[in-house]
């Protein structure tokens, strides 16, 4: 008698590093696999461990071996670290990409915005929607997280479903885009859930994450009480965050300048898909130097200190069209990602020396994590009571604390802290992501 399809769960990325998340599930016996892939993402080398080296992509070799299986490769959303090694990769695999509508722009623009980009299509899925890829049927369940349009993927076999929540939080009040849809997820516990594959970036941190709701407002007290020129910094593709500034800036009566290609390009993929309606025009930088001083803002790249991006450029006093002077306040409304706390450090002093307020989520709620904290972790685990419980998406001390949770909440977790692995690393300009 033959004997029945098991279901396996391969990470190969993103399990003991931030970063390159890359993982499949296999359905079949040891002899005859169809594989799916969930994510292709890179992650940063640092100045510090790998110098010269400015991204990292997973090793496929595995994937290219069983390409012939390889069914497709479904998107969670359009975060570097999830979807940044497509353009170099895809062309190893060539097989069918999944993605929902704002995935699939933002990955459009980037690759128009790429010299020599492959022409690699994409299957665009509804938010809530289930693709069949193969023998997987995936299902694209809404999730808050810093970026419109995640999801988490309950993948349904006749071997039974697990979810893949990919990165999450719950935030009742995102502000943009869909909450976490907890109604579906309680459904997928009643309806039986093999195992639960989850985000433990935050694992360590107790209580919940705050709401965007919340740093919108902070953003508008901020900018309202504001006296010169205002400057914002945030993640690029983190659009809610730049409806708070925009929405911020006109509570103000202040015109927003968007100073960066990155920014640019987000901003216009963000229109295009409906996440900026209602949101006033933004203006280009040749105005900024005409506009009163209190009645302007600037919205810029370089965040993390890279140093072609706008940031950099204004704080050395090195941007055509940009100028602070003292008086005039930058707020940071980010996380410096750890490996850049030099570059960060070195604009933030320069623009000290030039006399320029900065305001950093170390004094005010600037910025929150799109990642759920510990009572959050719990929450989905009593919503979808999974059998087992998987921690991805973390450094070994998230997963371990990760799956301790997930231990107390009566769930056996499956750590299997990883070997390591080699990367295929290669050096290269540094560009201004996310
Ligand atoms: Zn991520
Ligand atoms: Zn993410």
Redesign the pocket.
Known sequence: MARPDELVFAPLGGVGEIGMNLSVYGLGNRQQRAWLAVDLGVSFGDEEHLPGIDLIMPDISFLEKERKNLMGLVLT?A?E??FGAIIDLWPKLKCPIYATQFSAALFEAKCAAERNAPDIPVTVVPSGGRVDVGPFNVEFIPVA???PE?HALAIHTEAGTVLHTG?WKIDPTPTLGSPTDEKRLRELGEEGLLALIGDSTNAVRDGRSPSEAEVARTIIDLVKSAKGRVAVTTFASNVARIKAVADAARAADREVVVVGRAMERVVQVARETGYLDGVQNFRSPEVYGHLPQDKVLALCTGSQGEPRAALARIANDDHPEITLNRGDSVIFSSRTIPGNEKAVGSIMNNLVLQGVEIITDRDHLVHVS?HPRRDELRDLIAWTKPQLLIPVHGEALHLHEHAKLARAAGVPPRAGLPQRRPRQARPRRSRNRR
Do not use: E, Q, V
Request: charged residues 20%; negative net charge; glycine residues 10%.
């Open positions: 959303h975060h670290d999830h997280h810093s970026i995640a990165d799109g």
